[in-house]
T-cell receptor, first 113, second 113 residues
Framework: KNEVEQSPQNLTAQEGEFITINCSYS?????LHWLQQHPGGGIVSLFM???GKKKHGRLIATINIQEKHSSLHITASHPRDSAVYIC???????????????FGQGTILTVHP | KAGVTQTPRYLIKTRGQQVTLSCSPI?????VSWYQQTPGQGLQFLFE???????NKGNFPGRFSGRQFSNSRSEMNVSTLELGDSALYLC????????????FGEGSRLTVL
């Protein structure tokens, strides 16, 4: 079993729909990252969370440390949101190790106009 | 402020050769992390450097090595290339602090023939 599990693996939506991507992890973490990858490869960091909730524009990320679960929400989805969304965790360890990430398998999101 | 720069962007090598990839972090960032992305294994952590010291290492064979220079630029080297080393190699920089967000480069796409 992977240490980081994402669901769903594929998600298709119509423009304007509310989208939720889930991430569960099985180990203690120091931080959780939500990343976005467009075709061509470049990765953009959307959020870094250690507790609670963060919001950037139409994107909202939440984390429940006790339940080892995080969600990424996209409100009023748009075709330009089509990308792969990746959850990654920094495992809890001695010292600072925030570049050492364990990744989920990614969620491929397609938003149709 | 310039972003993270990776060179070369694309390269083709043959089995048995070696390759060196370069990553220039955002000015002022002291941490550089390297990741490998393949269709089969997804994203995997290679190593992290902070102030010229390797701070963490992933589960890769000794053929994969790296270093960081005093100006924080980092290189990774893969010796005795195998077909399975074909991948997108990504680096990310951060200030190395607890709340340090990761900034990714566009990646170097390596094809081994």
């Amino acid at each position: 079993k992977n240490e980081v599990e994402q669901s769903p693996q594929n998600l298709t939506a119509q423009e304007g729909e509310f989208i939720t991507i889930n991430c569960s992890y099985s180990v203690g973490i120091s931080a959780l990252h939500w990343l976005q990858q467009h075709p061509g490869g470049g990765i953009v960091s959307l959020f870094m969370l250690s507790s609670g909730k963060k919001k950037h524009g139409r994107l909202i990320a939440t984390i429940n440390i006790q339940e080892k679960h995080s969600s990424l929400h996209i409100t009023a989805s748009h075709p330009r949101d089509s990308a792969v969304y990746i959850c990654a965790v920094s495992l809890r360890a001695g010292g600072t190790s925030y570049g050492k990430l364990t990744f989920g398998q990614g969620t491929i999101l397609t938003v149709h106009p | 402020k310039a972003g993270v720069t990776q060179t070369p962007r694309y390269l083709i090598k043959t089995r048995g050769q070696q390759v060196t990839l370069s990553c220039s972090p955002i000015s002022g960032h002291r941490s550089v992390s390297w990741y490998q992305q393949t269709p089969g294994q997804g994203l995997q952590f290679l190593f992290e450097y902070f102030s010229e010291t390797q701070r963490n290492k992933g589960n890769f064979p000794g053929r994969f090595s790296g270093r960081q220079f005093s100006n924080s630029r980092s290189e990774m080297n893969v010796s005795t290339l195998e077909l399975g080393d074909s991948a997108l190699y990504l680096c990310a920089s951060s200030d190395g602090a607890y709340t340090g967000e990761l900034f990714f480069g566009e990646g170097s796409r390596l094809t081994v023939l």
